[in-house]
């Protein structure tokens, strides 16, 4: 993740829905437990820390590192584990640092034994799980890793609704941090703007990705000029339904520079789920380590998407069927 990303920061959702009425959670209380935060998360929300635990403990994992190989088998043996098939990608980038060539490696799951990759699915749950590099002792536990220990817990949930897996792909994405301390339009999201170009025109119909969604206390603040009103729609209606804060689920006026970017510029709908960090003191540092991340809030952001995806794809749940509380 990168501190360009967000050209314009946050504002609360009530500036582009009147009605909301309410206002931006004041500076200064990020790390203040929300009443819907308190007390013990459920199993979800504890299997999905201890997956976190488990990746920030392999410390940092940037591209090309055996601590990214070794990340690769752990995902993979818990999709494998859960029903999910893998596949992996590889290619190899050049460092515009140093020249370097660089392996990447995407990871991809269908549901399923023998499922066909080659078939286009109804959409995506992606993020990233590489972590910046030339930060000592940082383990990126909510900038990579709480994405991934998302998709983990969602993809064991979804487990139980096989029409609706079937119509989703997961995707790890390599390279999403730049080498540079910035991105560019040539450093940065590579395993994204890879994957969508050799999507060509055979592109799922909507994208939700997951970035930096553990901390206690995090505010979701979506990207105003990626999200369409659609799915702002559902984005709204989920928060609604289970009862998150209005202020703690907002939209940011402006773009995000993450890996749901290549994808809305080839046309398909996103929803990039990232929590505000640019004026933090632990972003891109060592404190970014597992001692900040709720399994309470990981619990919430899991619930969040798995009613989403109830709305998405209402059929394939069938009447009556809840995958979250």
């Not at 990214?68 to 752990?74: C, I, T």
């Not at 990233?128 to 590099?133: A, F, P, S, Y």
């Not at 170009?197 to 969604?213: F, K, Q, S, T």
């Not at 659609?230 to 289970?242: I, K, P, Q, V």
């Amino acid at each position: 993740m990168d501190a360009r990303k967000i050209l314009l920061l946050c504002f609360p959702m009530f500036l582009l829905i009147p009605s909301c009425g309410e206002r931006e959670r004041p500076r200064g209380t990020e790390g203040a437990a929300p009443s819907h935060e308190c007390g013990r998360a459920g199993e979800r929300g504890a299997a999905a820390l201890r997956h976190v635990e488990a990746l920030a403990a392999m410390g940092g994992r940037p591209s090309g590192s055996a601590a990214y190989a070794r990340q690769l088998d752990y995902l993979q043996e818990h999709l494998e584990r859960a029903g999910w098939t893998c596949r992996r990608m590889s290619w190899t980038e050049s460092n515009p640092l140093t020249g370097d060539e660089v392996p990447m490696t995407n990871l991809y799951a269908r549901w399923g034994e023998n499922p066909d990759f080659a078939s286009v699915p109804d959409g995506l749950l992606t993020c990233h799980i590489d972590t910046k590099t030339g930060i000592p002792g940082f383990v990126g536990a909510d900038d990579g890793a709480s994405g991934a220990a998302v998709l983990l817990e969602t993809a064991r949930a979804l487990g139980k609704f096989s029409p609706a897996a079937q119509q989703v792909e997961l995707v790890f994405f390599d390279g999403e941090e730049a080498f540079a301390p910035h991105m560019t339009p040539r450093d940065g999201l590579f395993g994204s703007r890879r994957d969508a170009a050799r999507r060509g025109e055979h592109l799922p119909r909507w994208m939700i990705n997951l970035d930096m969604v553990g901390g206690r206390g995090k505010t979701i603040a979506i990207p105003s000029e990626e999200t369409s009103q659609e799915m702002y729609e559902l984005y709204r209606r989920a928060a609604e339904t289970l009862g998150f804060p209005v202020n703690r689920w907002q939209v940011a006026l402006g773009s995000v520079y993450d890996d749901h970017l290549p994808f809305h510029r080839a046309g398909v709908d996103t929803l990039n789920l990232i929590a505000q960090f640019s004026d933090s003191d632990w972003w891109h540092t060592p404190r970014d380590d597992a001692s900040r991340i709720s399994a309470r809030s990981l619990e919430e952001t899991i619930f969040f998407v798995l009613r989403m995806l109830e709305q998405l794809l209402p059929a394939e749940f069938g009447d009556g069927a809840h995958p979250a509380p």
